[in-house]
C-alpha cells in the first residue's frame, strides 16, 4: 500500500479546501464498497474527490470477508478432500483471489479515476450547527473542507460481554479468513452468515465444529420451515447447530478453551471464533459528536439536519451487505449529480453460502402480518421439480409469502442448490410488483431448478382461488 500526499489546493494553515478549484468537491472517509464505489463515480462525473482510508482500499469485502470466505467455501463444498494438502491449496488458492491482501489494484484503479487518496485516518470537525462546509482533519492534524462528506467506515466485528473471554486469545472472521491454520475443532458463536459459513469451511476439511447461536430457531427472518430445513442439512454435513442456548462463560486453556453455556453444559476446543454481529464504525470519525440520528438517512444518503452529509454501507446499519452499500453509492452519486432519487428502493437480498445455500428477501410472513398485510405463505419443495432427480441433489424448499388481497409476491426465502441465485428471481418478482395471477402464465424452462418458484406460484394460485 503506498502513500500518496495531496499535492494542490493546499492553502496556508495547515488546510486543503476543495471548493477554491472551481469545479464540485467531496470528501470521502472510508474506501470499502460504499466509499470506493461513490468516490470513482463522482470522479468520472468530473466531482474533486479526496478519500481517506487508512486500511486496504476496497475495505473488508474483497480481502478479509466475502471473497476468502468464497474461495474457500468453493474448496470446502466441491472438492470433497480433507487432506491437508488440500487445505494448503486451498490457502493458496484463497491468497491468489486476494491478490495477497495488497490493494494496489483498488487503489491504482481509483486513483486512474483521478481520485485522491489519503492514507490516513480522518476525524468530523465537530461545529454547533453541522452542515456545510464539512471539515475533516487527519492524523497529522491537516484539515481538509469540502461542501459534501461523505462517510462509510463500514462495521467492525462486535465481541461479546462473556466472562473470561480474552480478545487477542478468540478469533473474529477476520482471523479466521486470513489464517494458514486450520483447528481440529471449533466452536462458532453465532448462527447468522458469517457463522454458518466459516462453520462450513471447518466441516468441508472434515473438522469438528460447533454453532452456538441463542435464537430458537435459525433465520428468525425468513420461513421456520426452510429455517428447519437448513438445520437437518448442516447437521447432514457434520455441522453441530445448538439452538436457543447462551454461552456465560470462558476459560482459556494452553490447548484449546472451555465454554460454559446456560442449560449447563460445557463444551471444548481448540479455538472459539466470535461471529455475534457487527459494531458500526461511528465514533473513529466523530459521527457521534454530531447529535444527529445516523439510522435516520433519507433515500440518497443524506441525513435531515446536516446538509451535505452522506452516511452509507454498515456505518449507516440500513442494508449490511456489500451489494446494499453499493445500492446505497448509487443512489448518493445520484442525488449528488442533481437526479431525483425517492422512496425505498425495496428489500435487498442476501445470501449465506453454505452447502446448500440459504436465501431470503423482503419480509417473512410473521413480519407482514404484523406490518397489518393479510399475507399467506405457500412452500414448495425441491423433490416437486424434476431436476432434483436428474442432478441427485438433496431435500430444498422455497416459502413466499403473498398479500391475499392483491395476490403480489411481497417476499420469499429458501435453502437449496443455487438458492443464492434463484432469490434474484423471486427478488424481481418482488420488485417488480408481479402478482400470482400474472406468475402462473409465466413459462419457466423444463426442467430446471427455477420450477421450485413455479410450483409455490401454483400453489398460492390454489390458496388464493386464482382462476384461469
Same mark, same amino acid.
Given at each position: 500500500?503506498?502513500?500518496?500526499?495531496?499535492?494542490?489546493?493546499? #492553502?496556508?494553515?495547515?488546510?486543503?479546501?476543495?471548493?477554491?478549484?472551481?469545479?464540485?468537491?467531496? #470528501?470521502?472517509?472510508?474506501?470499502?464498497?460504499?466509499?470506493?464505489?461513490?468516490?470513482?463515480?463522482?470522479?468520472?462525473?468530473? =466531482?474533486?474527490?479526496?478519500?481517506?482510508?487508512?486500511?486496504?482500499?476496497?475495505?473488508?469485502?474483497?480481502?478479509?470477508?466475502?471473497?476468502?470466505?468464497?474461495?474457500?467455501?468453493?474448496?470446502?463444498?466441491?472438492?470433497?478432500?480433507?487432506?491437508?494438502?488440500? =487445505?494448503?491449496?486451498?490457502?493458496?488458492?484463497? @491468497?491468489?483471489?486476494?491478490?495477497?491482501?495488497?490493494?494496489?489494484?483498488?487503489?491504482?484503479?481509483?486513483?486512474?479515476?483521478?481520485? &485522491?487518496?489519503?492514507?490516513?485516518?480522518?476525524?468530523?470537525?465537530?461545529?454547533?450547527?453541522?452542515?456545510?462546509?464539512?471539515?475533516?482533519?487527519?492524523?497529522?492534524?491537516?484539515? =481538509?473542507?469540502?461542501?459534501?462528506?461523505?462517510?462509510?467506515?463500514?462495521?467492525?466485528?462486535?465481541?461479546?460481554?462473556?466472562?473470561?473471554?480474552?480478545?487477542?486469545?478468540?478469533?473474529?472472521?477476520?482471523?479466521?479468513? +486470513?489464517?494458514?491454520?486450520?483447528?481440529?475443532?471449533?466452536?462458532?458463536?453465532?448462527?447468522?452468515?458469517?457463522?454458518?459459513?466459516?462453520?462450513?469451511?471447518?466441516?468441508?476439511?472434515?473438522?469438528?465444529?460447533?454453532?452456538?447461536?441463542?435464537?430458537?430457531?435459525? !433465520?428468525?427472518?425468513?420461513?421456520?420451515?426452510?429455517?428447519?430445513?437448513?438445520?437437518?442439512?448442516?447437521?447432514?454435513?457434520?455441522?453441530?447447530?445448538?439452538?436457543?442456548?447462551?454461552?456465560?462463560?470462558?476459560? !482459556?486453556?494452553?490447548?484449546?478453551? &472451555?465454554?460454559?453455556?446456560?442449560?449447563?453444559?460445557?463444551?471444548?476446543?481448540?479455538?472459539?471464533?466470535?461471529?455475534?454481529?457487527?459494531?458500526?464504525?461511528?465514533?473513529?470519525?466523530?459521527?457521534?459528536?454530531?447529535?444527529?440520528?445516523?439510522?435516520?438517512?433519507?433515500?440518497?444518503?443524506?441525513?435531515?439536519?446536516?446538509?451535505? #452529509?452522506?452516511?452509507?454501507?454498515?456505518?449507516?446499519?440500513?442494508?449490511? =451487505?456489500?451489494?446494499?452499500?453499493?445500492? &446505497?453509492?448509487?443512489?448518493?452519486?445520484?442525488?449528488?449529480?442533481?437526479?431525483?432519487?425517492?422512496?425505498?428502493?425495496?428489500?435487498?437480498?442476501?445470501?449465506?453460502?453454505?452447502?446448500?445455500?440459504?436465501?431470503?428477501?423482503?419480509?417473512?410472513?410473521?413480519?407482514?402480518?404484523?406490518?397489518?398485510?393479510?399475507?399467506?405463505?405457500?412452500?414448495?419443495?425441491?423433490?416437486?421439480?424434476?431436476? +432434483?432427480?436428474?442432478?441427485?441433489?438433496?431435500?430444498?424448499?422455497?416459502?413466499?409469502?403473498?398479500?391475499?388481497? +392483491?395476490?403480489?409476491?411481497?417476499?420469499?426465502?429458501?435453502?437449496?442448490?443455487?438458492?443464492? @441465485?434463484?432469490?434474484?428471481?423471486?427478488?424481481?418478482?418482488?420488485?417488480?410488483?408481479?402478482?400470482?395471477?400474472?406468475?402462473?402464465?409465466?413459462?419457466?424452462?423444463?426442467? +430446471?431448478?427455477?420450477?421450485?418458484?413455479?410450483?409455490?406460484?401454483?400453489?398460492?394460485? @390454489?390458496?388464493?382461488?386464482?382462476?384461469?
Amino acid at each position: 500500500m503506498s502513500e500518496t500526499t495531496p499535492t494542490d489546493l493546499r #492553502l496556508s494553515g495547515g488546510t486543503t479546501d476543495l471548493r477554491a478549484s472551481g469545479t464540485p468537491g467531496v #470528501l470521502v472517509v472510508g474506501l470499502g464498497s460504499a466509499g470506493e464505489a461513490t468516490a470513482r463515480q463522482l470522479a468520472r462525473a468530473g =466531482w474533486r474527490v479526496v478519500g481517506f482510508e487508512p486500511g486496504r482500499v476496497g475495505g473488508e469485502c474483497p480481502f478479509v470477508a466475502c471473497m476468502p470466505s468464497k474461495a474457500l467455501l468453493h474448496r470446502a463444498t466441491t472438492h470433497h478432500d480433507a487432506t491437508e494438502r488440500a =487445505w494448503t491449496d486451498a490457502i493458496a488458492f484463497r @491468497d491468489a483471489v486476494v491478490d495477497h491482501l495488497d490493494d494496489s489494484e483498488h487503489a491504482d484503479g481509483l486513483r486512474g479515476e483521478g481520485v &485522491e487518496i489519503v492514507r490516513r485516518a480522518a476525524i468530523i470537525e465537530a461545529t454547533d450547527a453541522p452542515g456545510r462546509p464539512w471539515c475533516v482533519r487527519d492524523e497529522t492534524g491537516h484539515r =481538509w473542507v469540502a461542501d459534501e462528506l461523505v462517510v462509510a467506515t463500514g462495521s467492525a466485528p462486535r465481541v461479546p460481554d462473556i466472562a473470561g473471554i480474552e480478545r487477542e486469545r478468540i478469533w473474529t472472521s477476520v482471523e479466521a479468513l +486470513t489464517a494458514d491454520e486450520l483447528p481440529q475443532s471449533a466452536i462458532v458463536l453465532g448462527g447468522g452468515a458469517i457463522g454458518l459459513e466459516l462453520a462450513t469451511i471447518a466441516a468441508g476439511f472434515d473438522r469438528s465444529v460447533t454453532v452456538v447461536e441463542p435464537s430458537e430457531r435459525l !433465520h428468525p427472518g425468513g420461513s421456520a420451515t426452510v429455517a428447519d430445513i437448513h438445520h437437518r442439512l448442516l447437521d447432514d454435513r457434520g455441522i453441530v447447530v445448538e439452538l436457543g442456548v447462551e454461552p456465560t462463560a470462558v476459560r !482459556h486453556r494452553d490447548d484449546g478453551f &472451555e465454554l460454559d453455556l446456560d442449560d449447563g453444559r460445557t463444551l471444548e476446543a481448540d479455538r472459539l471464533i466470535v461471529a455475534t454481529g457487527t459494531v458500526p464504525r461511528r465514533s473513529e470519525v466523530g459521527l457521534d459528536r454530531l447529535g444527529l440520528d445516523v439510522d435516520a438517512v433519507e433515500p440518497d444518503g443524506s441525513l435531515g439536519g446536516a446538509p451535505g #452529509l452522506h452516511v452509507l454501507g454498515d456505518v449507516n446499519g440500513q442494508r449490511p =451487505w456489500t451489494h446494499g452499500a453499493n445500492l &446505497e453509492a448509487r443512489r448518493c452519486v445520484a442525488g449528488l449529480l442533481g437526479r431525483a432519487v425517492t422512496g425505498d428502493p425495496g428489500p435487498t437480498p442476501h445470501a449465506i453460502f453454505t452447502d446448500p445455500p440459504y436465501a431470503a428477501v423482503g419480509p417473512n410472513l410473521d413480519a407482514a402480518l404484523a406490518d397489518g398485510v393479510d399475507a399467506v405463505e405457500v412452500t414448495a419443495r425441491y423433490g416437486d421439480v424434476a431436476r +432434483t432427480t436428474t442432478d441427485e441433489l438433496d431435500d430444498g424448499a422455497l416459502t413466499l409469502v403473498i398479500d391475499r388481497s +392483491t395476490g403480489r409476491v411481497l417476499g420469499g426465502s429458501g435453502v437449496g442448490e443455487r438458492m443464492d @441465485d434463484l432469490i434474484a428471481i423471486v427478488t424481481a418478482h418482488v420488485h417488480g410488483g408481479q402478482s400470482v395471477a400474472r406468475l402462473r402464465d409465466q413459462p419457466v424452462a423444463f426442467p +430446471t431448478l427455477a420450477q421450485v418458484i413455479e410450483v409455490a406460484i401454483d400453489r398460492a394460485a @390454489d390458496r388464493l382461488d386464482v382462476r384461469d
